[in-house]
C-alpha cells in the first residue's frame, strides 16, 4: 500500500524566508503528485499538479520537483508571506484513482 | 464557475442515529470521491465514483457507510447507526476524467464535520 510522509509536520519561519517542504513515498508506480494546502474550516486548495512525466511545476512563488524514483517531492515557497499560513498537503495518484495523502507540514509564517 | 459544494457544512447527532451528506461537485466533472479526515489524522480515502458507478469502495470503512449517485451529478454519503469514530470532517472533490489521467486534478468542497456525540 502506498505510504506518504510529510517533514517536517509543523513549521515556523520569519516574513520573507524562502522554505522546503518534503514529501516522500514508498511506491513510484504513479500517475501524478498535488500539493494542496489546507486553511482552518476550509477545504483543500490545489495548488500544484506534477505529473508522473514531468520533474517540476511552477505557479508563482511556488515550485514543485518531482523525483519518481527516489519516491521524493519538495514544494518550495519564495518570499514567504503571512497569508501563505496554513497546513500544506502532498498527495500521490496512483492506479486506484483515488490520491494517498500525507499528515501534512502546518505552516507558520511570522510577520 | 461554481466549485464543489457539501451540505451541511456541520452536523451534530446522537450515537445511533443515521446521517446523510451531500456533495455537488462541479459541472460537468465525471469523477467524484469521498475522504475522510479524523482530527490530527491525513484524508482516508473512502470511495470513488466515475459516473454513477462505484468502481472503487475500497475504503468505506464498514457495511455501515454507503454511498450513491445520481445522474452523474450529486452524491449522497450515508452513516447508518453511527459511532462515536465516525466524528471527523467529509471531504468531497471531483475532477474531469478520473480513470488513468495523469493531467486529472482532484478540486475540493469545504466539507461536513460531523460530531458523534
Known amino acids: 500500500k502506498q505510504e506518504v510522509t510529510q517533514i517536517p509536520a509543523a513549521l515556523s519561519v520569519p516574513e520573507g524566508e524562502n522554505l522546503v517542504l518534503n514529501c516522500s513515498f514508498t511506491?513510484?508506480?504513479?500517475?501524478?503528485l498535488q500539493w494542496f494546502r489546507q486553511d482552518p474550516g476550509k477545504g483543500l486548495t490545489s495548488l500544484l499538479l506534477?505529473?508522473?512525466?514531468?520533474r517540476e511545476q511552477t505557479s508563482g512563488r511556488l515550485n514543485a520537483s518531482l523525483d519518481k524514483s527516489s519516491g521524493r517531492s519538495t514544494l518550495y515557497i519564495a518570499a514567504s508571506q503571512p497569508g501563505d499560513s496554513a497546513t500544506y498537503l502532498c498527495?500521490?495518484?496512483?492506479?486506484?484513482?483515488?490520491?494517498?495523502f500525507g499528515t501534512g507540514t502546518r505552516l507558520t509564517v511570522i510577520p | 464557475g461554481a466549485g464543489v459544494s457539501q451540505s451541511p457544512s456541520n452536523k451534530v447527532t446522537e450515537k445511533g442515529k443515521d446521517v446523510e451528506l451531500r456533495c455537488d461537485p462541479i459541472?460537468?466533472?465525471?469523477?467524484l470521491y469521498w475522504y475522510r479526515q479524523r482530527l490530527g489524522q491525513g484524508l482516508e480515502f473512502l470511495i470513488y465514483?466515475?459516473?454513477?458507478?462505484?468502481?472503487?469502495k475500497s475504503g468505506l470503512p464498514s457495511d455501515r457507510f454507503s454511498a450513491e449517485r445520481t445522474g452523474g451529478s450529486v452524491s449522497t454519503l450515508t452513516i447508518q447507526r453511527t459511532q462515536q469514530e465516525d466524528s471527523a470532517v467529509y471531504l468531497c472533490?471531483?475532477?474531469?476524467?478520473?480513470?488513468?489521467?495523469?493531467?486529472?486534478?482532484?478540486?475540493f468542497g469545504p466539507g461536513t464535520r460531523l460530531t458523534v456525540l
Open positions: 472533490a471531483s475532477s474531469q476524467i478520473g480513470t488513468g489521467a495523469s493531467t486529472d486534478t482532484q478540486y
Open positions: 511506491d513510484s508506480a504513479i500517475y501524478n
Open positions: 506534477i505529473q508522473s512525466s514531468q
Open positions: 498527495a500521490v495518484k496512483t492506479g486506484a484513482n483515488n490520491l494517498f
Open positions: 459541472s460537468g466533472h465525471t469523477a
Open positions: 465514483f466515475q459516473g454513477n458507478s462505484a468502481p472503487d
